[in-house]
């Protein structure tokens, strides 16, 4: 069971061929017969003529360049291409199968009214019309037709798309990736050297093994930054600056935006590698183009993040959430989710000062294999006082079986085997304001205090607050002792604790640290 559909584990937990053996030469009735292969499904294509009007070179040909060949093409991120109708023929059972399943074209947000316009600007889903042609076409004759119908081809450029980079970045050292199993994420960094700093208005990615890299992030950490850590970028360490996808390896902005590249930053690269059969090695290339004057918008990511959360054993729809407060007006880009392997489902909601609600995305079934950045077809504008909320949900049960293991309760953490909750917001605000706008995510107290206000009131009511023991690192702060802390808090006695009151919370732990084991009676 090492291997399956979208999955693979570092190593088997059941060997069903060695058991059954086993079964067999003791006289053991055998357990498990029969078990499903995991590799491409083969069929028998039907060699009746056809008498469809639909054939490969009028409508099918159209259907596969429009969703597939990006990736699907000689030289392009997936395994095999799909350019030619024999291409098609050979993986028909396995396009059938991931097409019905809704893994392929890899779009993963619910849709909406058929007749309306797509709100995303980068939606791959098939048209339900599309779909029907594919499948009954599929599962047909698979007529190629007439080549005289067939459309252009599309012609992928070689080099970078984003035009002559004005600076071009490489890995130090080429990176090795092991021919099976499973990779950590591997980490690198560049120390770029700038004089000064820079607008960014085109940001391209280019691995050297593009094959076999699943996803990177990248980092900006400036002179300076705080943390100085080694895998961690500015701001709250976990936002991205760039990012590259299968199917997704720049960000081209409109005249007038662009992301800032501090001078004397060093840029640091998260990437997740999965291995293909073959080893190799990956040394990744990224460009930029410079705006040629400051722009009047910069564009940021924001991330509304959980690391204080606990899946339990076996749970199979465990529910938590990241929100934020925004502290002052902003335009959403687009939205990318992010979990781990027992990622289920996931949805963003906006709460407005006004009381209203809104699902901005909603992804009824999250597919780790695909970090995809929903792009909205037309940026959003919120409000100072909004609350958007990113919910989560997990599937830490035996019936999932890319869990890696169902009966170990589950926190964050950096590797797919642990989790994570962080819904990413890109967004853009005015330029050239430097340090005088506040953090959009805000500090830690900021993240606590927003995530217990359950009701978007701004305010913590002794029932959320009590709710710090379970949600918080507190886990041992029982319900009554959190009455004691909550009044010692409520500086105005109104029974509400506000930002300002819930601050004091972090300097009456830190009196308890320096205290040692001595009890402090005001604590």
């Known amino acids: 069971d090492q291997f399956g559909f979208g999955y693979a584990i570092a190593k088997p937990r059941k060997t069903y061929l060695a058991t059954a053996i086993d079964e067999y030469l003791h006289g053991l009735p055998i357990a498990v017969v029969a078990t499903e292969a995991p590799g ?100 047909g004759d698979r007529n190629a037709g007439d080549p005289s119908d ?46 000064e700093d820079k607008w960014v208005e085109r940001i391209e990615i280019r691995p050297g093994a593009p094959e076999v890299v699943h996803h990177i992030l990248v980092f900006v950490r400036s002179p300076g930054d705080e943390s100085r850590r080694r895998r961690r970028g500015a701001d709250d360490g976990i936002s991205y600056w760039g990012i590259y996808v299968p199917g997704n390896s720049k960000q081209v902005y409109p005249q007038g935006y662009a992301r800032k590249l501090p001078a004397g930053s060093t840029l640091i690269f998260q990437l997740h590698y999965t291995p293909n059969g073959t080893a190799t090695e990956d040394r990744t290339q990224v460009g930029f183009v410079f705006a040629d004057r400051e722009p009047d918008y910069e564009v940021k990511t924001a991330s509304l993040v959980n690391s204080w959360f606990e899946i339990p054993p076996g749970a199979d729809d465990h529910t938590d959430y990241a929100k934020v407060r925004l502290p002052e007006d902003i335009t959403v880009l687009g939205f990318l ?84 909750i962080v819904g990413y917001l890109e967004y853009f605000v005015p330029a050239g304001q430097g340090g005088d706008r506040p953090s959009l995510t805000g500090d830690r107290e900021q993240t606590y205090f927003t995530v217990l206000d359950e009701d978007n009131d701004n305010r913590l009511a002794v029932a959320e607050f009590q709710k710090f023991g379970e949600k918080g690192r507190a886990r041992d702060l029982n319900p009554v002792t959190s009455v004691f802390i909550f009044k010692a808090l409520d500086a105005d006695g109104d029974g509400l604790l506000t930002i300002d009151e819930f601050r004091n919370l972090g300097e009456m732990f830190r009196r308890q640290r320096r205290g040692g084991n001595r009890r402090d009676r005001d604590s």
Not at 94 to 115: C, D, H, K, L, N
Not at 341 to 349: D, F, H, Q, V
Not at 387 to 403: E, G, Q, R
Request: charged share 25%; aromatic share 10%.
């Open 40 to 139: 491409c499904h083969l069929d028998e294509p039907d060699a009746a003529e056809s008498t469809a009007a639909v054939t490969y070179h009028n409508r099918i040909s159209r259907i596969v360049q429009f969703h597939c060949v990006e990736c699907h093409r000689e030289g392009g991120v997936a395994p095999f291409s799909l350019e030619s109708h024999a291409d098609v023929v050979a993986h028909a059972a396995m396009i059938e199968t991931v097409v019905e399943r809704g893994t392929m074209p890899p779009w993963f947000a619910a849709p909406g009214a058929e007749e309306e316009p797509s709100p995303w600007r980068n939606d791959r889903s098939l048209a339900t019309e599309d779909k029907r042609d594919l499948l009954d076409w599929l599962a």
């Open 150 to 195: 067939a459309p252009l081809p599309i012609r992928f450029p070689t080099g970078w798309t984003i035009g002559e980079p004005d600076l071009v970045v490489q890995f130090p050292e080429a990176i090795p990736v092991q021919a099976t199993g499973v990779m950590d994420y591997e980490h690198t960094s560049v120390e770029l050297d700038l004089a």
């Open 337 to 420: 989710p992010h979990m781990h392997l027992r990622g289920k489902a996931c949805n963003y909601e906006a709460f407005f000062p006004d009381g209203e609600q809104e699902l901005l995305l909603d992804i009824p079934h999250y597919d780790f294999n695909w970090q995809l950045l929903y792009q909205l077809a037309e940026p959003r504008r919120f409000k100072e006082g909004t609350v958007i909320t990113f919910n989560a949900t997990f599937d830490n049960s035996a019936d999932n079986p890319a869990n890696p293991d169902p009966n170990a309760a589950v926190r964050w953490g950096e590797q797919t085997y642990d989790e994570m």
